[in-house]
């Protein structure tokens, strides 16, 4: 058999998808391997571990076990299987358990039922009191203001929203691979993500007919 | 470009053909650009907190020490192949496992099956015995040939149940069990005379139309040593009709039992109206043989004791073995 020459160097690696190496550490168990993905998702898994807990060392603890179980799991690795889906799904179990472990946030149900309230409205309607409110209820406040109203705000949205928002928007991943991390289909996906928004316009201007009202 | 595309474009969801022709229609389109520009503005001003949320310095080193200083806790999931080949082992492990809920399966069924083939044979015959009461009720004795048909055969006396009118359904006539009767033709039977005459000049078709499955007791040689039918009295138990008597072959055996429940026995309607099975053919202690006469002979009775179920091809008076 003859050996690549250069295949197994850093750049080498870098230059292998992320199902090439999965599929090369569960079969032969290299190290090397192992290294590049966890370099590979350090910054990217870390980010979403953050916003998704809220707490930077609850997020390290739990970036620390995704990884632990990528590579006690290696072997149920299946080939052709998307690696990103995967190791998301891995992360966002281990988040909830961390979460509800630590008693911090009540757990929702990913399947849970929505409310109308809560925007099973349609894209139209949804888009409409997004764009038609001229300069929209957070325009006027401060850009700090209006960042620590985001955070305060996506906080309080129930848990299946608020994963669904953070994986579509934050981490900028397709309908189709969020359907794959949370085990539902695509039109949940998108159904969770146009009610988050609803949500989070709806309490908008809750808020800003208060701050008016004072 | 409709709402519900723009949203997912100005969330960056649509893939790649569609993404490029919407950025190609915002080009074309300031109107457009200028919608999608406002939605995403308003989307950042929603959900965008402006947190940069950088990784601790050397997670990643930690994380390669933290894995690497875990017990190696193997479940015996991680021996399990991701996906299981196809394996002729398998394929005969499954196959055997069938085959062997089948073969336990069949006798109960066929178990079933032949309660419930035997139950209907019963019934028939208690339908016989019903339609033989009522002919009873209109004449002296059970069915008989007039004095110059006597060369008729047995088996006609279901033409004289339906001359009388009391069998209006002929199917009672096939036994379940067996299932080789076809009665299409027996159901075109014409009066008692005309299927005899049919026997003379068209065996062929009179065989076609007299198959059922049942034989006739035609009577017995009386003490005046004629051969007459049997007396209808109810309170007595003589064998009337059966199910039909083994082939020649095997009709002198006596461990052979009728053909219709594959040699397991024969069911009798006696004159009292009841059905009875009979795993021999003995059905009294004066009756060794409810197929032959106690001269072991296909032929009516020797006297009031001596039942004898002919085939239905076999004369009612004739005295000529088979």
């Not at chain 1, 072997?75 to 052709?80: R, W």
């Not at chain 1, 309908?175 to 309490?203: C, D, F, N, W």
């Not at chain 2, 008729?152 to 359904?169: E, H, I, N, W, Y």
């Not at chain 2, 795993?279 to 001269?295: K, M, T």
Request: aromatic letters at 8%; a negative charge.
């Amino acid at each position: 058999m003859v050996k690549v020459i250069g295949m197994d160097t850093t750049q080498g690696l870098a230059h292998q998808t992320d199902e090439d190496l999965m599929r090369r550490y569960r079969d032969t168990g290299d190290e090397k391997v192992y290294n590049e993905l966890v370099h590979r998702y350090e910054r990217e898994l870390y980010r979403y571990l953050a916003r998704y807990t809220g707490d930077p060392s609850t997020a390290e603890d739990v970036f620390q076990n995704t990884f632990l179980q990528i590579h006690l799991k290696r072997g149920l690795y299946e080939d052709d299987r998307p690696f990103r889906p995967w190791l998301y799904a891995i992360a966002t179990h281990q988040a909830v358990d961390a979460l509800r472990k630590a008693g911090r946030r009540p757990t929702v149900s990913l399947d849970q039922k929505l409310s109308p309230s809560q925007g099973e409205s349609d894209a139209g309607s949804l888009l409409d009191m997004l764009v038609n409110d001229d300069t929209g209820p957070l325009a006027d406040l401060q850009e700090q203001e209006r960042r620590e109203w985001v955070r305060e705000s996506v906080e309080k949205l129930p848990d299946a929203l608020r994963q669904t928002l953070i994986l579509a928007y934050h981490q900028d991943l397709k309908y189709r691979e969020i359907a794959g991390i949370l085990k539902i289909p695509v039109g949940t996906v998108k159904s969770r993500l146009h009610a988050a928004l609803a949500k989070l316009q709806q309490m908008a201007k809750v808020a800003q007919r208060d701050g008016k009202e004072d | 470009m409709n709402s519900d595309e723009l949203l997912d474009f100005a969330l960056g969801q649509l893939e790649d053909p569609r993404r490029r022709a919407c950025e190609e229609a915002c080009r074309c389109d300031p109107d457009l650009a200028a919608r999608v520009q406002k939605t995403r503005r308003a989307l950042d001003l929603l959900a965008d907190d402006g947190a940069m949320f950088s990784p601790p310095p050397g997670l990643a080193n930690r994380t390669l020490a933290f894995v690497a200083q875990s017990p190696s806790t193997h479940s015996i999931l991680d021996y399990v192949p991701a996906r299981v080949p196809f394996r002729w082992a398998d394929f005969a492990v499954a196959a055997s496992i069938f085959i062997a809920g089948l073969l336990t399966l069949m006798p109960a069924v066929q178990r079933s099956r032949e309660r419930m083939n035997q139950a209907g044979c019963v019934f028939n015959l208690q339908q016989i015995g019903s339609s033989l009461a009522q002919y009873a009720t209109l004449h002296p004795s059970y069915p008989a040939p007039p004095s110059h048909r006597a060369d008729a055969q047995s088996g006609l006396f279901v033409a004289l149940l339906r001359d009388a009118g009391v069998l209006p359904d002929v199917s009672v006539l096939d036994c379940p069990y067996n299932g080789k009767c076809d009665l299409q033709h027996a159901r075109g039977l014409a009066s008692f005379e005309k299927a005899d005459d049919l026997r003379k000049t068209d065996p062929a078709a009179y065989a076609k139309a007299v198959c059922w499955d049942y034989g006739y007791n035609p009577g017995y040689r009386h003490a005046s040593g004629q051969y007459g039918p049997i007396d209808a009295r109810p309170a007595s138990m003589i064998p009337v009709v059966a199910d039909q008597p083994p082939d020649d072959a095997l009709l002198g055996d006596v461990d052979h039992n009728s053909p219709n429940h594959y040699g397991a026995g024969q069911n009798v309607l006696y004159s009292d109206g009841a059905v009875r099975w009979h795993r021999s053919r003995l059905v009294g202690p004066h009756d060794h043989d409810v197929f032959l006469n106690n001269n072991r002979k296909m032929e009516p009775g020797l006297d009031e004791r001596d039942s004898v179920i002919l085939p239905r091809e076999v004369p009612f008076n004739n005295s000529e073995a088979r």
